[in-house]
């Protein structure tokens, strides 16, 4: 799996060192206030979800104020902002029924295509995950579909697991659900271009044979179809755990609830949200902790070894230290971890930050008092949700000062490698080294080479 990271990255000599604060491209999504566009009304504040692809396309819902249509999945392509998929429009393979909240975590796949689940009014399915692709919606997974290995059961349509989704650049999306009438009760499948399949499902042995899964949140999948999954667990010592289902059958954990949690002053880990897997197998993850100097942070699985990326009390480029991280962490192609924190005692109150694995160094991406572009001279004031593609590229949620809500994109430049870096890179590859070393800021697992 690795091997082909390595592959890619030196095909595509533009994943280069990251710019430093000053260089990202930004660029604004959405505003609280503006025309919703398919719609008679604005955005109100919420921007529940963003997702990014890898061609940086975005993809949001929101609250539509002033409109028939009360909600929306919207979607930030090269033609410019535009509606997918509005409260009112016809839900396929949902027996005529319509959309009533799409709403929940949204995706954009490799083509461009926006999922989003969703609440029904009338027809024969309550919720489902659907896709939109330029104006022709399709169902992805719908409740009372067959579940996959559950002994003839079919899917309820969680809302809460549906919302949770995930999709990779090839379109298969993981998903939770809870089961009707199986041998299990809930598990977590994806579907795709092969149908269904079921990754893990309650009362299955979790990796070391001592504990079964209970219950699933949040998953992740890459373009190799791993996936990274949040479990509860029963008859073991450990209560909850972070696991991958790799692509060829095998499973393993990352880290179980009573593991000692790194950076933390001897504190344990009590619970895991909002894993991100990239390429390469690397986790981004948030984590509460017990029993140490910090309650929590972000943390970085790189394919070996259990990273701590920030904790309370972690010192901060711009003096001070992270008081708080108040977004997810997803990790990007290269293994940098982005998130966004509160800061105490340093030039400004909050920001957005990467950290580089291999120096353990962290830079400001986006501080707090910025001006925003084409937002009317106002600047930001606060950070939240966000999401990383492969290159780097950030599509974030920020209140900005007057408390409007927002969402922004910061992008990379696309970088061209001296010659020199050009040179390192082919001495990488003949030796058998790292052929990716030569791109300065980021590096690949060590196993990756």
């Not at 100097?293 to 010192?315: M, N, R």
Request: overall charge negative; some cysteine.
């Amino acid at each position: 799996m690795p091997c082909r990271l390595v592959v890619s990255l030196c095909a595509a000599l533009s994943l280069t060192a990251a710019p430093a604060v000053a260089d990202y491209q930004l660029a604004k999504v959405a505003i609280a206030g503006e025309a919703a566009p398919g719609t008679a009304g604005t955005f109100a504040n919420a921007f529940l979800s963003v997702s990014i692809n890898d061609d940086g396309q975005v993809g949001f819902v929101d609250n539509v104020d002033g409109a028939s249509a009360a909600w929306g999945a919207f979607r930030r392509g090269p033609s410019g902002l535009a509606a997918a998929s509005l409260a009112g429009d016809t839900a396929p393979g949902s027996g005529g029924g319509t959309y009533f909240f799409p709403g929940g975590f949204t995706t954009v796949d490799g083509a461009g295509r926006l999922s989003f689940a969703s609440f029904l009014s009338g027809g024969s399915a309550s919720t489902g995950i659907f896709a939109d692709a330029g104006g022709s919606d399709v169902a992805l997974v719908v409740a009372g579909q067959p579940a996959p290995d559950t002994g003839g059961g079919s899917f309820e349509g969680s809302i809460v697991g549906l919302n949770a989704h995930a999709a990779n650049a090839s379109g298969t999306v993981a998903f939770v659900d809870d089961v009707v009438a199986g041998n299990a009760t809930q598990g977590v499948f994806t579907t795709g271009s092969g149908g269904f399949a079921a990754v893990a499902l309650q009362g299955d042995p979790a990796p070391g044979g001592a504990a079964t899964y209970t219950a699933f949140q949040t998953p992740s999948i890459n373009a190799g179809g791993d996936v990274v999954f949040v479990a509860d667990l029963s008859s073991g010592s450990n209560d909850s755990g972070l696991f991958v289902a790799a692509a060829g059958g095998s499973s393993f954990a990352i880290a179980e609830s009573g593991d000692p949690a790194p950076g933390t002053g001897g504190g344990t880990f009590d619970s895991f949200l909002y894993p991100v897997i990239n390429e390469s197998g690397m986790v981004g993850f948030l984590a509460n902790v017990v029993g140490g100097s910090a309650t929590g942070g972000v943390f970085l699985y790189d394919g070996g070894d259990l990273i701590v990326v920030a904790v309370d009390g972690t010192s901060t480029p711009i003096g001070g230290t992270f008081t708080s991280v108040t977004s997810t962490a997803p990790v990007d192609g290269l293994g940098n971890v982005v998130f966004s924190a509160v800061v105490t005692g340093g030039t400004e109150a909050a920001g957005l930050f990467v950290y580089d694995s291999v120096t353990t160094a962290f830079e400001p991406i986006l501080l707090s008092a910025t001006v925003a572009p084409d937002s009317g001279g106002r600047t930001f004031d606060a950070f939240g949700l966000l999401a990383v593609n492969e290159r780097g590229d950030v599509a974030f949620q920020t209140t900005l000062s007057d408390g409007n809500t927002a969402l922004f994109l910061a992008g990379q430049p696309a970088a061209v490698p001296t010659l020199s870096e050009f040179a390192q890179v082919l001495f990488g590859f003949s030796t058998g080294l790292a052929g990716c070393a030569a791109l300065r800021r980021r590096s690949l697992p060590a196993e990756a080479c």
